[in-house]
Every structure is written in C-alpha cells, then in structure tokens.
C-alpha cells in the first residue's frame, strides 16, 4: 500500500507540476500571454444582403499576470468588439489592410476600456463571412 501512495503523490506532483508550466493548466488562457475568447458572431453586410461575421480573438496580453482581471471584463470587451464591427460591409471587413488596422485599434480600444495598457494586440484564429 505504501508503494501505491508513493505513486500517487509522485503523479499528482509531476501533474501539477505540468499544468503550471503549460500557464495555469487550463482555463481561457491560450498559454502565457494569450487570452483566448468565445466564438463572436456579428451581423454584416454582404452584397444587398445581411450576412454574419464568425471570428475568435485573442488578446496578447502585456503581462499573464494580468488575466484574470481581463477576464472579468470579457463581456464589456467582447461586446465592444461586436458594436464596432456590427453593420460593416463584409467585404471591407476581408481586406488585408482592414485585418492589419483592426487588430491594433482593436487593442487601443479594449484598453481604454480596461483603463490601462493590459492588451498589447488582438489577433483572430478563426474571420469568416458568410
């Protein structure tokens, strides 16, 4: 029975032990200075038509330290994101130079928001139109 308790510890330390390393071991945290959101999905215009905008952001955060305290504000900040994209037309919204502006004043705008300088850049794992 010893051996069995010596061999539960020792897994139980090497987990823990792995799930600091990895950043907290789970969690929104996309590891070490990412914060991964939800899908957001926003109405758009494509052609004549109304069409939807399916994308996920990230946040680069200035510090991991810093990510629970982001979390709390993720519905302000998802819902700023989806009233400055909410109505934009959908092919501007697929322009490269949109994606390269986007991402930046996306950030500048969620850290008003966060009254500080908390997210150094967003960036998109998934930007569909359709």
Do not use: C
Not at 51 to 59: D, E, R
């Amino acid at each position: 029975m010893n051996k069995i308790k010596q061999w539960a510890l020792v897994l139980g330390v090497m987990l823990s032990t792995t799930a600091l390393a990895s950043g907290g071991g789970g969690g929104d945290a996309g590891g070490g200075n990412f914060l991964k959101f939800e899908p957001v999905i926003v109405n758009v215009k494509v052609g004549n038509g109304s069409g939807y905008l399916n994308f996920v952001p990230q946040l680069k955060l200035a510090d991991p330290l810093d990510a629970e305290y982001v979390k709390a504000y993720t519905p302000v900040l998802r819902h700023m994101l989806i009233k400055t994209l909410l109505g934009q037309d959908g092919t501007t919204l697929q322009s490269s130079e949109f994606m390269g502006s986007f991402s930046h004043k996306a950030a500048e705008m969620l850290n008003k928001v966060l009254d500080g300088e908390y997210v150094k850049d967003v960036f998109f794992d998934r930007w569909v139109i359709q």
